[in-house]
């Protein structure tokens, strides 16, 4: 586990303690962790699975059938429901 020393200002402070006070935390690097877990989940970019990727290039791989105007898709539909 990294340990870094980080200089914040008082409404940060304020902040870490209200989250700390309420999850009920030890100290107030506990509040910091959960903050960060947050912001990643929400706010970063997922890294994308290497089954996923796998997946997308199965299905590029596949043939297609073209359609050369709405009315052929269409009727393919309805022929095949």
Partial sequence: ?????????????????IVKAQHGFKNKNQAMELILKIYGE??????IRPEFLEKLQRIKKQNGIRFNNVGE?????????
């Fill in 1 to 17: 586990m990294a340990q870094n020393i980080f200089n914040i200002g008082k409404q940060e402070e304020k902040i870490l303690g």
């Fill in 42 to 47: 929400n706010f970063l970019e997922p890294e």
């Fill in 73 to 81: 898709l269409r009727r393919h539909i309805e022929k095949n429901a």
